[in-house]
């Protein structure tokens, strides 16, 4: 029988495992020394929540579906029709073609063409690779098209720590402000975290408080890189963004709570396609352009 998500790929280095999905790239677990550091899913088991899927040409959500580029108006299907929105791009539910595998790494290559309120055609590529440094991912799409396109990227992995309750996990997001949204999620304005219930910066324990915010103007190492930890007793789990990931997604959401905290890097905020306090965000790939990113996980 097929599983819902194609072939699965381990990919292994010393303690560390992960599983790849032939389905959307997907990370679907990553294991160190037997215990998960990424909470994913079982193989026959369809993907819920986004749950360790890649997110491009755009990830988190847009208007209606709706966008200018280039002097015309994009419409895209609505795939979250209950908020009347697009959401998390166009690659997660197709099958991705391994074109590198080692014992340790894996590479996955999909093509994007043109349809309803897409505009060109880009090729996307994912390496999963494990070391004793932990988990990294390399992503690069590349406008293999004549037109401009609109990009960005994000990830939707859900770090686990052996928790019971979400209450329990100490959280540190390094992130100055976060974007304050309407009941359908998309952007009002960027507003600092001080003296709020958004503000995660102190490592405390998340308790009854449900997320689905994006953070920004985040506070980084001295590899240029910001860290997101989770702890609970002797437990840690971290994840990491480069330069070009500007923003964090923190989601526990109340029909996934206790199910582990999802934390997605992001190169832009939610609906960075049209005007408004997440614009800036959005990469414009010219033909024959490609971007590069990386993001990582640790845990013991």
């Not at 690069?140 to 928790?163: C, K, M, Q, W």
């Not at 979400?166 to 540190?172: A, C, E, F, K, L």
């Amino acid at each position: 029988m097929t599983n819902p998500t194609g072939e699965q790929y381990e990919i292994v280095s010393g303690e560390h495992r992960a599983v790849i999905t032939e389905v959307g790239a997907t990370l679907r677990t990553y294991t160190v020394e037997g215990r998960h550091v990424v909470r994913g899913f079982e193989a026959h088991e369809v993907i819920k929540g986004g749950r360790g899927m890649q997110l491009l040409p755009w990830p988190n959500r847009i208007r209606d579906g709706r966008y200018p580029f280039d002097g015309t108006t994009q419409q895209l299907a609505l795939t979250e029709p209950k908020r009347h929105n697009a959401i998390h791009g166009l690659a997660r539910h197709v099958v991705w073609t391994v074109t590198e595998q080692a014992a340790d790494a894996i590479t996955q290559r999909v093509r994007i063409y043109p349809q309803s309120g897409w505009p060109g055609t880009i090729e996307a590529t994912v390496t999963h690779q494990v070391s004793e440094r932990g988990l990294q991912v390399t992503v690069r799409a590349t406008n293999i098209g004549s037109t401009d396109v609109p990009f960005g990227y994000a990830s939707h992995p859900y770090l686990t720590v052996g928790e019971e309750t979400v209450d329990d996990v100490s959280i540190t997001v390094p992130a100055a402000s976060y974007l304050e949204v309407d009941d359908r999620l998309l952007p009002v304005r960027v507003s600092p975290v001080d003296g709020l219930p958004e503000d995660l910066r102190s490592g405390a324990p998340l308790g009854p408080t449900n997320l689905d915010t994006a953070y920004t103007d985040l506070e980084r190492d001295e590899d240029g890189r910001w860290r997101v930890r989770l702890a609970l007793g002797d437990r840690q789990a971290e994840l990491w963004g480069d330069s070009t990931m500007t923003w964090i997604q923190i989601f526990t959401g109340e029909s996934f709570r206790n199910l582990s905290i999802a934390v997605e890097p992001m190169t832009c905020g939610p609906d960075a396609f049209n005007p408004g306090p997440t614009h800036e965000g959005m990469i414009v790939l010219a033909p024959g352009k490609s971007y590069t990113g990386r993001w990582g996980v640790t845990g013991q």
